[in-house]
């Protein structure tokens, strides 16, 4: 199949296709006689597994480790636990961030009672960060 054909079978863009080939993600493909990429099923099922792996937001060095797994299936799998769980704690850090954020932002939204921007509460609440003690 053609690159297009590739991109429209995976929903990924002609141009990653390009940048997981030059950064070695996704083999070279064959080349036809008037020099078009020619992609196979393997092409295909290795760059879903990049999109899924990106889907859940491992790094491309990640990617690169568990593709290297992947080529060796002989190998014990600990490298691909050991990367997955670490993601999860980076997922799970982020998420208690982001619950702190949603806090923060809840609290500030609830002091809002209208009126004029000089009497903002949601402006002043941003200015006091550096004062906040969750008493305002």
Do not use: W
């Amino acid at each position: 199949m053609k690159i297009g054909e590739l991109s429209r079978a995976t929903g990924t863009n002609i141009e990653t296709i390009r940048y997981y080939e030059r950064i070695g993600l996704l083999p070279a493909p064959a080349r036809t006689e008037a020099n078009y990429r020619s992609y196979g099923d393997a092409h295909r099922a290795r760059l879903r597994f990049v999109r899924h792996s990106r889907e859940l937001g491992f790094t491309i060095d990640e990617i690169r480790s568990l593709l290297d797994l992947s080529d060796h299936p002989e190998r014990d799998c600990a490298d691909a636990d050991r990367i997955a769980s670490a993601h999860l704690e980076q997922v799970e850090a982020k998420i208690a961030q982001l619950s702190a954020l949603r806090d923060e932002l809840t609290r500030i939204v609830g002091r809002c009672r209208g009126g004029l921007a000089g009497d903002c509460r949601v402006i002043e609440a941003l200015g006091d960060h550096g004062q906040c003690d969750g008493a305002h």
